[in-house]
């Protein structure tokens, strides 16, 4: 083969000449009087007056060729000469980039929301409202299989009745309705609803209505294939995606894809139509998923899930699939506008709320501040969504510990000591004797892999009540301290939640509970000597949680103190998963590390005088 005559083949054809060099007077090139694009993954575009992209390799960009030589040249194209335009296309978009949303993009003023009309108009959303317009530039893509995204007035109360169709708890509906929120919100990473429940809950008919609320396609849901290339290409083409049944636990690297198409972070895959050619994916989809049981329990995959678990509906309440199909219908159009007109507040709300949630903001944060700005913006009390996902989040945690073979252990070891203190391995050692047959067959096989899984596992440790650290004294010593009983109790609910003014903070608001729901810590100071093991150092039994020694371990280490003093909080720190903010009091023995550490800092101040 000649390159050089494959070339005057294809420029030949795309300006309408046949290879032999005789006119075809086509000229369908001459009628494409547009611009070519591409995004940054390489998929080329083109784009008219109406500012609608049609994707080059896809149908729409072919039905137009089509239509264009038939309607104003009398004939049609054949198969050739279109894939040999498309060619010469792709080229000419390759020279300019333009990045596109899928269903939503961000514009200089706020956001933009695609509902897929006709006439190319989208929603351009601010601070002071929306409205129905052309855009000026295309800011969104669209591929085959979206559906147009009907619109109508809603309140409220109709998107109440669209999450009421399941059985969820009061905190599952705040949750639902904060994710239905931050899906219309660009440019940020959202959180993979992970809907779970026992056979007739209603799984499917869930996931697909929230799929549809914000992305309706001709497919609201697809399985789960584990396949990079394909996990790629859904997502480029689509706004959000929907996994159905997926009841078995997914391998390492696709829960690591899916936790990178939800944050934006990069990977690379092979390009498109090539087999070749690679590309570095940046994307934030919003996902969701259902099974009966948790499909991912990898760290990074359970801190970006929220997880949403559906009863089974009662007789008396359970639903026909018909029926909840022709309720969802009459509501979801209503919840989309609902959702539409609520978003300009949210847009003011947001600083406020940021401002707030400072210095105890979870994963996610972006995730949280919004959906949180939502939920105010929808009426509902503040800190609702805040305080549900945080204990959804415990108690994710809490539930994964006890099906986690590795933090069975831990607690197992840290049931009767404050520190435990030795290498990996003898920690390897020790586990595996604390540990059933059973058990020991899901250990991992070495202490190489104990550490790394440790390592992963340190946050979930963190908020079980353990510290896990690897101590600067050359020899790698591994240190793991009790920091409380790591049974938190959590009881919030709507109607529990008020907001107060904080004397110390005008402008931001409190969390308040009833008395007798609040949130309860209790130091564990057992006087109980600690298990000898390892290079185990008894002096590190000392308790500093709650920022002083407790009078009872003071005594099993010998050391004399002084009572306990109040300090004044000049500048905000974080102390055993506490945020002390300026101009709190706290009560420390003078003597302990903690306070002079605190004290060299210059974070506290003896309250009445200086520092002694």
Known sequence: ???????????????????????????????????????PQGMGFYVEDDNIPLEIEGRNFEGLLTERKYSRLGELPNGEEIANIKRYARYL???????????????????IYDPIRPD?????????????????????????G?????????????????????????NGKILSMGLDFSRFIPGIPHAMEVVTGGHGAGKTSCTETK??????????????????????ISAMHQGMLAFDNVNTIMPDYISDIICRLTTGQGFRTRELYTNMGEVILKLKRPIIMNGINRPGYKPDFMDRECPIELGVMSEVARLTDAEIRSKADMLIPKVRGFILSVIPKAIKLYPEVESEHKGRLPRMADFVIWAECGIRAMGLPAMSFFNAYTEAKHNEIVDVAKDTTILQGIRTLMADRDVWRGTTSELFDILYELMSEPQRKHMPKDERRLGRNLRELSPTLLELGFLYETLSDGNRTKRITKLDSGEKSYEVNVSNVSTQADPRESGTGKLTLDPDIKKSKKA???????????????????????????????KNTGKNSSPNRSYIVLKQFYFNMTVYKAGDIVEYYPESPKTKELIAQCKIKLKGGDPQ
């Not at 190319?120 to 085959?144: C, E, H, M, N």
């Not at 309140?155 to 009745?161: I, R």
């Open 120 to 144: 190319g108009k989208v929603y351009f959303i601010t601070d002071s409202g929306f409205s129905l317009k052309l855009p000026d530039q295309p800011y969104t893509a669209r591929y085959a």
């Open 524 to 554: 564990n100071v057992s006087g109980s000597k600690p298990r000898e093991s390892g290079s185990q150092n008894k002096t590190d039994s000392t308790d500093i949680r709650n920022g002083n020694f407790s009078p009872e371990k003071q």
């Open 211 to 232: 799929r549809e609320l914000f992305d309706p396609s001709g497919a609201n849901s697809q399985s789960l294939k584990h396949d990079e290339r394909d996990l790629s």
């Open 93 to 111: 978009a390759s020279k300019s980039i333009r990045d596109l949303g899928v269903r939503v993009a961000k514009h200089e003023a706020g956001f």
């Open 146 to 170: 979206m559906l147009e995204a009907p619109i109508k007035d809603g309140k409220l109360e109709d998107h109440q009745a669209l999450v009421n169709l399941w059985n969820l708890t009061e």
């Open 1 to 39: 083969m000649n390159p050089d005559k494959d070339i005057q083949k294809i420029n030949k054809q795309v300006k309408g000449k046949k290879a032999t060099g005789k006119d075809n007077k086509s000229q369908l090139l001459n009628h494409l009087t547009g611009q070519f694009f591409s995004n």
